[in-house]
């Protein structure tokens, strides 16, 4: 874990607070995550396309535990590009099996996760 810094750029959202779901029953946040709850976005490698359908997100999920879920885009929103100090995220981030997928904290990646916040709307169609 040489390569682990002190903190990360993140893409970082909050889930929504109430939705319909596909039977018209009202809905507060997700099965796995209370509405409103922040949550990670991994995104550093994926097309455009796949966002489409969902995003990978890690967050504080209805049990108190940090895990990790597949979110479809329409239910994650406010996103925004943020600095991430939390070492516990940091860690999760590091052991995730695509942790490529997260940003770290170059100039560059820096610059690739403003830019996919900043462009959530355009690519997600909202959110």
């Known amino acids: 874990m040489s390569e682990q810094k002190a903190w990360k750029y993140c893409v970082v959202g909050n889930i929504i607070k109430e939705r319909i779901d596909e039977n018209g029953i009202l809905r507060h946040g997700t099965v796995a995550f209370k509405g409103g709850t922040r949550v990670y976005i ?13 995003i990978t997100v890690l967050g504080l999920n209805r ?20 600095r ?23 100039d560059e990646d820096g610059f690739d996760a403003k830019l996919f916040a900043e462009n959530w709307s355009k690519i997600c169609g909202g959110g």
């Open 42 to 54: 991994e995104g550093k490698n994926y097309d455009y396309d796949y966002v489409r359908n969902g």
């Open 84 to 106: 991430m100090y939390k070492p516990k995220i940091i860690d999760m981030m590091y052991e995730y099996e695509g942790h490529d997928g997260w940003w770290g904290n170059s």
């Open 63 to 82: 049990y108190k535990r940090y895990a990790y879920e597949f979110i479809p885009k329409e239910q994650i929103e406010n996103v925004r590009f943020a």
